[in-house]
């Protein structure tokens, strides 16, 4: 149960980041839209309800240029569009399970076929936004410098010379559209771990997200959302 939980939380992580920084980046914001984005990086992305926060940020977003574009901006029209539920309803019920077991653990063993399953389906629920997807990580290595796809079943190096226009900064996830024509930096979210070897995430330290809200002019929102949640 603990890699079913692993791979949940990884996706959860995924989709929470991939929605925000998207929605820093171009989104439509708003006072409300603003302060759901800010809540979930105060307390933690894996803090909030992954789906509220989906279904909140999606009327912000503008509509995909087809299938192939981020996945943000494919499942927010999913969201627009009522077309959501089917697609999360897995979502729910490994949702659900996992805080049952929170209060129940002697109950692993009834839940545990129930949550494999419900993994496998919304992995394949998932794919066609996510599958069309890139997740490139530009490496330093000895040998020289290296661009990995992550999305692929085995991360696999591609020619740096076929993602020029797009800016990759050492170590960090960049998602990356079909058509290589829309892009968003996950960095410092989401980055690979040269003594893991591997892509992690987890807390990100004060400085580096300052620096990624200032990038997209939203570092005064969110003292201003900080200074008031302080005085509630």
Do not use: W
């Amino acid at each position: 149960m603990a890699v079913i939980r692993e791979i949940f939380d990884r996706v959860r992580f995924f989709l929470t980041i991939g929605t925000i920084a998207l929605y820093l980046k171009k989104g439509n914001r708003t006072l409300t839209a603003d302060r759901v984005c800010f809540r979930a990086i105060q307390h933690g992305l894996l803090s909030v309800n992954t789906l509220q926060l989906l279904q909140a940020l999606a009327p912000a977003f503008p509509e995909p240029a087809g299938t192939g574009d981020l996945f943000p901006l494919v499942l927010s029209r999913f969201c627009r569009l009522d077309e959501d539920e089917v697609v999360f309803e897995p979502f729910l019920s490994l949702q659900e399970g996992c805080a049952l077991l929170d209060d129940h653990p002697e109950e692993v063993g009834n839940f545990l076929p129930a949550a494999s399953d419900s993994l496998a389906l919304l992995l394949r629920n998932l794919a066609p936004a996510l599958g069309p997807n890139r997740l490139l990580v530009k490496r330093m290595l000895p040998e020289g410098t290296k661009v990995f796809d992550f999305f692929a079943p085995v991360a696999t190096a591609i020619d740096p010379k076929a993602v020029p226009a797009i800016p990759l900064p050492a170590n960090f996830g960049v998602l990356v559209s079909q058509d290589s024509l829309n892009n968003i930096v996950l960095g410092p979210f989401l980055r690979y771990d040269e003594t893991k070897a591997a892509m992690v995430f987890g807390l990100v330290e004060e400085q580096p997200l300052f620096d990624f809200l200032k990038k997209y002019e939203a570092h005064e929102a969110y003292l201003s959302y900080l200074s008031e949640a302080g005085n509630d």
